[in-house]
Every structure is written in C-alpha cells, then in structure tokens.
C-alpha cells in the first residue's frame, strides 16, 4: 500500500519561495506517477503539477514557470519547488500517486487517484 507523507509548508511573503517533499513508500519505483495537487480555503482542488513514470513534468497554467516538481529516486523523495509565490497559491498542499493517472487534469481529480497524503498548508501574505 502507498503511503505518501508531506512536509515543508509553511508561511512566506509574497514573491517568496518554499520547498515541499513527500516522502513515499509501499511501491516500486517507476510503477507509479505523482503528482501535487492543492485545496484553497472555500475552493475546489487543482492540480498542480505532475511527473510520469518517465520523468517527464506537467504543469497546471497557473504555476508554469514558477513551479518545479521532481523526484529524487533515490531516496522515494517527491519535490516541489515553488518560487515566486503569491496570495492566490494559498491552499492545502497534498501529495498524490497513482499508476496510471499521469496527466495533470487527472490530479483535479484526486478522489480518483490511486493514493495522497495528509496535506501540508502552504501560506503566502502579501
């Protein structure tokens, strides 16, 4: 069973920057994608970024260039680099697997999605 746990959130001024890591077990590397996804307060969930079982990144719109996802095989380590924040990237940031869901819309979607974490809060003031 996957099991994906989050950290690094926190509380940073807009144009800030902030790490995220989800630490991942109970799978063998390469068999799944992750991904991020987020919840605003009062808002639905959106996701973020993804990366494949090949490597490859996705990116919602909203974040491209700003943010950068990948992984540290390794280690079962997921990233996300988020720099240049702003206000309306506040949300509950959570951490998400799946074998075959490896598009970013797949990830707006996480109830379908094979496993996620608990969540870190990410919050940019302005």
């Known amino acids: 069973q996957v099991q994906l746990v989050e950290s690094g959130g926190g509380s940073v001024q807009a144009g800030g920057s902030l790490k995220l890591s989800c630490a991942a077990s109970?799978?063998?590397?390469?068999?799944?994608?992750l991904g991020w996804f987020r919840q605003a307060p009062g808002k639905g969930r959106e996701g973020v970024a993804v990366?494949?079982?090949?490597?490859?990144?996705s990116y919602a719109d909203s974040v491209k260039g700003r943010f950068t996802i990948s992984k540290d095989n390794a280690k079962n380590i997921l990233y996300l680099q988020m720099n240049t924040l702003k206000p309306e990237d506040t949300a509950m940031y959570y951490c998400?697997?799946?074998?075959?869901?490896?598009?970013?819309?797949?990830?707006?979607?996480?109830?379908?999605?094979?496993?996620w974490g608990q969540g870190t809060l990410v919050t940019v003031y302005s």
């Open positions: 990366i494949d079982r090949d490597g490859s990144p």
């Open positions: 109970g799978y063998t590397d390469g068999s799944y994608c």
């Open positions: 998400a697997a799946d074998p075959w869901a490896c598009r970013k819309s797949d990830y707006d979607v996480p109830n379908a999605l094979d496993a």
